[in-house]
Every structure is written in C-alpha cells, then in structure tokens.
C-alpha cells in the first residue's frame, strides 16, 4: 500500500537514530566489556575478551562498597520521596480542583514560581543546617519533595478536574469522612496519573545530581549519580569502570522504562495537551 | 417515621437568592416530586435536604430532628444521583456495600444486606462486576440499591431517569413506584419532566425560580393550577392562553369577550375583577371541539394525525397560535376556517397578577 | 416544656457550629504540603534576598548593599556566564521546538517501526544526565573521540567540541538537545493526537498540499504544545547545572559556564553571599524572560 519513497523513508529515519540515540548506548556497553588498557583508547573496537564481570565487581567494590551505599540511599530517597510526593500532590491537587475560594490564585501563583525559580541554594543550606537535616537522607527527601511538588500537583490537578463531584458527593451521602472520600474514592481513581508521576518523579530524583551536591556532602551519603565521579580522579579516569558504573547506574531507568513506556506516553500526553 | 418539615428554607449563593423561603411539609412514606423548568432551585432543594449544600437560612426538620447542620451520613437519607455516580474502581457488591462498611457494619450483616438489595432489585448476577461493565438501565439500578441497602427514611432522587432512553425511562418509573409501594418509605424526587411527576407523585411541589409555585396532587394541579405558571407547565400538550376582557360579571360567572373570542360566561370567582379589566383566558387543548357553533375561529396551520387523536394548531385573528386535541382522525386541509367549542366550566380565569380564579367550591 | 428547651438549646449550638467542617475538601490538605514546600523553598528565596546584600559565612553577615550585584557585572566571567544562560536556553528550546516537532510529525505518519523509534528517542530522556555527559565527553573527545573519528573515516577534520572555548557551549547545548528531545517529541505527539482528523479532511477536500496541511493546520493547532515545549526547555535550559558540570565544569575558562554553574563555583570557594547574589540574578533572570514568555504564548492561544 505505501510507496517505495516511503519505505526509504522509514529505513532512511530508522537508520538516523540509530546512529543518533543508539549507537551512544552501545559504546557505553562496549567499554564496559573492556579491560583497562583497551578502554583507554576510547574507540568503537570490539572488546579482547569479556571483562564485564570483573568490572561491575571492582565498580561495586570501590571506595569500601560506595556503590551499595549509594544505591541503598538513592532507593531510600527516591521511594520515600516519591511516596510523599504522591499523597500530599494528590491532596493539593484534590482540595485546589474542588474547591473555589480567594486562595485559589495565590496557590496557583506559588506552583508556577516552584516550576520557575531556581532554588536559592546557599540559604537553603544554611536553613538546613538550622534545621540539623543538612547531610541527612531525610532532609535531602524533603528537599526534593519541596522542590518537585508543582509538578506533581499540576499532573493531579488536571486529571481531578476530570473526575465527576457526584462522586464525591455520593461518597458524603454514604457517610464518607473527608479522608475516606479521598483515600477510598479519589486517590484509587487517580492511578493512571499517579503511574505517571511515580515514573516522571522517581526517573527524576533517582538521577538527580545538583541536589545531593549540594545538600547530602559525605561518603555514607553518597548517590548514584555521585559515584560516577569516582573513578576520574581516584583512578586517572579508569574509562572501563567509569562505563561499567554508567550501565549500572542505567539499570533502574531501563526498567522502568519497560514496565511503564505505554503509561509515560499516556501521561504526558494527559498533562500536556491541556496546557 | 420520618416525615419533612421545611420552615421558610433559603439559600444564597455569593448574595444571590436561589431558593427564596420554600414552607413546605411532606407526610412519612410520601413520595412527593419537585418539578420546574431548569434553574428554577429544585435541585439545589434537593441538595439542601441531603447537607451537600449549607442552608443559609430557615428550619429543616426530618422526622423530629432539626438537621440543618447535621451531616449527610446522620440525616437518615440515601440518595441517587443523575450520573448515578458509581464508584468505578469497586465493584457492584462494594459499590452497594461501601456505606455500611463505612459504617463499620459487621461483615455477615453487610453480605446480608446487600443480597437482600441485590434481589430486591434483580440484579444478584451483577454483583461481581464493575460500573464500565453495565449498561445505563443496570447502572441504575446499582445506584438505587446503593441507597436501598443504608435502609434510609428517606429517598432523594436527582433527576434519576434523565440518562436513559424513554422505553427504558418508562419501566424504571414503574419500578421506582413498585420501590416505593414495598419500601413504604419518604420518596423525594427531582425531575423536570411533567409526565415523570404527574405519574409518580403523591404530591407534587411545582418551583419557580426559586419559589413554590404550587403543592398538590397531581390531578389537582391538572384540574386545579393556582396560577398561569403552573397552568403552563402541567399537562402535555401545553394549556391555551388569550387575553379577553370582561364584559359582565353575574353571580359565580364571568362573562368575557376578546378579538378572538365571542362572549362566553365562565364560572369564575369574580372577587376584585370588574367589568372591562383584562384577564388570561385558558383552556387545555384537550377540552377543545370542533363545532361549527365554536365562540371560537381560526385557521388551520398544522395538523398532526396520530390516528387515535388528531392534534390541530390553529391560528387565531389576534395571531396567537392554539392547539386542539380531537379524538378520532379528522381530514383537514391546511388553510381551512376552523371553529372550536369547549366546556365553560373547563375554562380557566387568571387576573393580572397570573392567579387562577376558580369558583368557589 | 423542659424537654422543648433543651431542643432548643442544641439547635441554638448546632446553628452556631461552623458551616465549613462539614466540606468533603478540607482546608489542612494543603497543610503538609504548603509546610514542606514554605520552609524548604519559600523561606530560602525570601532569605535569598537578604543574604545576597551581605558578605556570609553561613555563621554570620555582614550587609554590604549591591557590592555583590555590583562584582557580579563588573567580572566579566561572571557576565560571560549570563550571556551563555541565555544563548543556552535559546539554543537547545528551539532546536528542541523543531526538532521535536518533525519527530512528532514523523513518528504519527504512516512511517514503519514506529515502536522503535519512539522507543529509542524517548529513552535518553530516563538516563542519568550526567552519565550522558561523560559518554559524550569521551564522544566528543577531539582525537580520541568516536565522532571524530567517525567523521574523520569519512575525510571531514571534525572540531574540538568541547575544547575549542567557541564551541564548547553549542557542543553541551546539543546533547543536552540529545537528552531532552524525546520528551519535546512525546509532548508533541500527545498534541498532534489531539487535532480532530476532520480538519484535515476538510483541507484535503479543499486541495490543501502536504505543505499547506502542516502550515495551515498542523502548526496552529499543536500551539498549547509547542507553548510547553518551550516554556518547559527554556526554563530548563536557564536553570541547567549537572550537564555543564558533567562535561566542560564551565570551561575551557569560563567559555561555558552559565549562572547556575558559577553559583555552584562560588558557593565552592566559600562567597557564599556572592553565590547567593547570583542565585538572585538566575531568578530575576528567569522572571524577566519567562514571564512575557508565557503571557505571550498564552495571549495567542486565547487568541483562536
């Protein structure tokens, strides 16, 4: 049915990203089967002999097992912040589709300033430190909690203005407290949203690299993406295990880019088409 | 027993009057329809009852309690809504037993008491699925048992039937009176369909923007409306108007006469009109013949032969438009002179201010 | 009597209790939320406006007026850094606009392996950006790089991407560009999705070309997307700190440092008020330019 043109067409933009957006992954894949020496020639020749295993085991190894420390932090802050994330968005998100009054402009005005304003560092630092969670893993969770909560709730917002308030009200009628009509009615409801803010959220602080520099310093609160610069001083960039940790520290993304690429599309697409 | 009382009921939204002081009392096992043109409150009536809307002001009693501040789940009501508003995520079983878990009902009594509902309504076999799953007729009727299985005294309905097509809309009304027979419990219910009111109802409370117009039964208002809203309003085809002007005034009649209209005396309680003032002629188009003896002429416009019944719209001198109703199939050619009598007693007065004055007794 | 009064009594109560607890949306929902989100980023950028007229050293501050504001734009590095934000952010938004566009355009035709390439150009968007800037870092390497290389196969001496002070910003900006345009392109899909195929029956049956039919209808249509796209990547790009960081630290010199990386560099060398001061700067910058922005982009859509 389709042209020859068409069809050269296809093959034509199948081999453009393939050059483009796959080839990068494959050198990554290739230097981390490398050993030392042949790494260091940072070229697209095929590996002499298989030295994955022994990679991954001295990336892991390093620095006294960094590299489990930092997956053990990043797991902890990502799931406890994207948790929170979840229900107090979702709260937000609710009360502000819901219900009209005066504040309703002041709180849209603040979410957009969240999507906006950099975070004033230095202050925040000095603020955390009054606090004593400057360098703990639950300050750097409300940090990113604090800092990522506008999108979630404009996410919740525009799929809660979809959901009827006869819902709500039925809840009322059968004798629904404010928190059941949420937790038992409303939040079930949002799951197609909330898979998409669990993947956005959970992508976005697992690979964060600008906030754990800043507000979680010291070794036993090191992160994955901080593991990375390990081996480009420490070991006059050892490339075969700078690669080896890239690929690990991509494993997490890559599964949830599996489980979840249908719904990220989906979700998006909810989000951003209303503006 | 829970009957209603509803002391001079007002609600206000943002310095707008919607609901301006409604009186009203509703007996125990009643089923009493609001009916009104849309905006005109009884939904928000409805709601007020409920407690999903804030009374701003006046008395709300159910049984002997005031509940103006009570909330929804201690008013001892259920309600269906018009989107029936199904939870989508539990199933049927869930969705009728969501207010009694709740409610921390123990689980035996709670499986009980959905059964229970399930068979009152015929839909035991749905229990396992979900909302998307049903059409609109077992949709509804998982709303209904939703509020059947909290065993309430009273049922709210908001324009329940409204989603539905019309054969499906006849058998539910039939159902929702069958419901009402076997429950014996107070039936409030909200609709904006004449027809839907005027068979369900034991009493029927019509609004207008905001006020009670006219509480009655149904035949009542038929034979009977207080004024030329309801007039308007109850009874399909839509009751014929003209203005006349009174010509005489004899004891318990009034004579008029108009452009349309040859004089006529009609029984008519006559107290403050007098000779020469303007009044509202009307007469349903059911009362209306065709005699060549008629006070009445005009020309045919229209004709509609439905076989059983012809129904005939007719153009009068002063260019108002009337239809007529006859029984039996008439041939009539557009055009045609047409001349049409009716019953005295069946026509209405209403004076200047659009109240009907019928007569004494 | 007795009984009657004290009916009375409670109603009297009842009448008196707030209407308000009885919403099923409670005030307090936002309570947890407005109190993480206060402390942690409010209260920061209030104090950034204190502490950015000080000399600091997180234990105390001395007020010294605009005298950070002042070596802020006296330091030509420093103005250097403002400059590359901007360009950065103009560079990698549009690039991300019209590339991401045509991939969206692509990828809802007709055209084969759709799964594939949506696959493929979505995914760097999920990867740890700074993993992707060191790969690039060694790709872009100007002898031993791969791309070099590869273009050297084909007789073309490619530049020093990142170390030629011209270049290195453009070099960062397209992978950045590189990352990003999976995300730019999904939007646009979701968008184009949305258009109604009547309208492009109705083109058709008006004799509209291919050409018409995306300038005519396409373009006009997707605006909310194309708004976005470009409100999210320019204000992306202004803030952007961990690529810089990853592949050029702000070098060769300070060719490629932006706002975000010289805050970083002066927050490390302990001028914490002029660290501060720069974050001032970022933020006003960001509200002169995004501000108009969107009110424009947000005027045109209403316009339709």
Known sequence: MKSRASVIGGVAAIAATFVVFVIPFLFIILMAFKDRQQSALRDFSWPNGFHLWDNVVQVVQTRNWMMVTAFINSTLITVASVTLLIVLAAMVGFVLARRKTRYNGLIEFLILAGLMIPPAVVPTIWLLQGLKLFGTLHGMVLIQVAYNLPFSIILYRAFIATIPRELDEAAVIDGARPLDVFFRVILPLLWPVTVTNIVVQSVGIFNDFTNPLYYLPGNQNATVQLTLYNFQSQFNTAYNLLFTNI??????????????NRQIVAGMTAGAVKG | MAGLELKSLRKNYGGVEVIKGVDLSIEHGEFVVFVGPSGCGKSTLLRMIAGLEDITGGELRIGDRVVNHVEPRDRGIAMVFQSYALYPHMTVYDNVGFGLKLAKTPKDVRDKKIRDAARILQMEHLLDRKPSQLSGGQRQRVAIGRAIVRQPEVFLFDEPLSNLDAALRVDMRMELSKLHNDLGATMIYVTHDQVEAMTLA????????????????PIELYKKPANLFVAGFIG??????????????????????????????????????????????????????????????????????????????????????????????????IGQSFALAFDANAGIIFDKTGKARHPAG | MAVSSIAGVSDVAAANRPMRSRSPYPGWFFLPAAIIYSVLFLAPTFASLYFSLTRWTLFDSTFIGLDNFVQFFREPFLVQGLVNTVI?????????????MLLAVMLTSQIMARGYLRSVIFFPVLVSTVGVGITFTVLMHPTAGAINQG?????????????????ALYSVALVDVWKGVGLATVIYIAGLVAIPRDYYEAARIDGATPLQNFFYVTLPLCRPATATVITLSFIGGLRTFDLIWAMTKGGPGFASDTVASVIYKQYQAGFYGLSTAGNVVLFILIAVLVVPLTMFLNRKQGHE
């Open chain 2, 236 to 333: 399909s085809p839509k009751m014929n108007f003209i203005d006349v002007t009174v010509q005489s005034i004899d004891a318990g009649t009034v004579t008029i006469v108009g452009k349309d209209i040859s004089p006529v005396a009609i029984p008519a309680d006559a107290s403050g009109i007098s000779v020469g003032d303007t009044v509202t002629l009307g007469i349903r188009p059911h009362e209306l013949s065709n005699a060549s003896t008629g006070s009445i002429v005009g020309q045919v416009m229209l004709v509609e032969r439905l076989g059983n019944e012809t129904i005939v719209n007719i153009a009068l001198p002063s260019g108002s438009s009337w239809l007529a109703v006859l029984d039996g199939d008439h041939r009539l050619a």
């Open chain 2, 202 to 217: 034991d009493k029927i409370v019509v609004l207008n923007a905001g006020v009670v117009q006219q509480v009655g039964s």
């Open chain 3, 151 to 167: 273009l050297a196969l084909i007789g073309i001496k490619g530049p020093g991407w990142l170390v030629d002070p011209k270049l």
């Open chain 1, 247 to 260: 690929l690990l520290i991509t494993i997490p993304p890559l599964i949830v880019f599996m489980f979840f």
């Open chain 3, 88 to 100: 950065y952010a103009v560079v990698t938004s549009s690039l991300k606009v019209v590339i991401g």
